[in-house]
């Protein structure tokens, strides 16, 4: 029940280039940062204004990055543990359901591009068909999701297993959204700065974007993605990670909470990432 396999549509980054492509990102997040090691300061990119917000904070000193980057590793770890043992029964039900809903494995793997550009093999519930292949995006009304599939989307609950991931350090419950190789190439140079933060579960761009799979333009997914959503997704990513902190996450974690779990749709500003809820569009009187 619990094996995996990476046989996905979500699945396109090979491995033979993760090598070659993983030593270029390290190459690239050196130079942006000045040095592979988030815990000098010297390895911290130079803030942007972004017109109000958090504005240019202080450059911290490397006690103080440590002290940050441990805290958030300790809530990292200590959350994922606790939610995954509460949620366990749901775990153990959701991949029972699955395999019993069609063929193939309850668990899989997806391939993206993570920390410092390292491979990362995010672990995910199946909810498409077994072998599905096509688009690495996901529509709405996607003809390859299973008639269980489709739940685990909405609900998120196909997201659950990436606890694993960040219990064992390779994500963390709040960063960046890890993307497909394809995608991170269109955009490397900021993509350095990116990596150089844990990938997360949920973040700036993962509620800015959590109704994705309904807005896509459904005559050209791809274009429309790379164009149009890619870019904002890449700015509100590269904000994130130049601003870092615990607090920040916290805040990100109330609101993705508000999103997921109460259902509103919570908006975030482009320049300052603010976060508040989207005012509802009143009724034609």
Do not use: C
Request: aromatic letters at 6%; glycine letters at 6%.
């Amino acid at each position: 029940m619990w094996h995996t396999h990476s046989s996905n549509p979500d699945s396109s980054l090979q491995l033979t280039q993760d090598s070659h492509h993983t030593m270029s990102l390290e190459r690239s997040i050196t130079r942006a940062t000045g040095s592979p090691s988030l815990s000098h300061p010297a390895s911290l990119p130079r803030v942007r204004e972004h017109g109000g917000g958090w504005g240019t904070p202080a450059q911290p000193g490397a006690l103080t990055t440590r002290l940050n980057d441990a805290a958030i590793r300790f809530l990292d770890i200590v959350v994922s543990a606790t939610l995954l043992v509460l949620l366990s029964p749901v775990i153990l039900i959701a991949a029972i359901v699955i395999r019993f809903d069609s063929p193939g494995p309850a668990l899989f793997r997806v391939n993206r591009i993570g920390f410092r550009g390292a491979p990362l093999r995010m672990l995910k519930f199946r909810k498409m068909h077994d072998g599905a292949s096509g688009s690495n995006l996901t529509m709405d009304d996607d003809h390859r999701f299973t008639r269980v599939g489709r739940s685990l989307a909405k609900l998120k609950i196909d997201e659950i297993p990436q606890l694993w991931n960040v219990l064992k350090g390779d994500m963390s419950l709040v960063g960046p959204r890890p993307e497909d190789r394809q995608f991170v190439e269109l955009h490397e140079d900021v993509y350095a700065i990116i990596l150089a933060v844990r990938p997360g579960i949920t973040g700036l761009s993962q509620i800015a974007f959590a109704e994705e799979s309904r807005i896509l333009d459904d005559d050209d997914p791809l274009n429309h993605y790379v164009d149009r959503i890619l870019p904002q997704k890449v700015l509100l990513d590269e904000m994130y990670a130049e601003n870092r902190t615990l607090w920040l996450n916290l805040r990100i974690l109330f609101w993705t909470t508000a999103a997921v779990i109460m259902r509103r749709q919570v908006a975030v500003h482009r320049n300052t990432g603010e976060m508040n809820l989207r005012r509802r569009k009143e009724a034609p009187q």
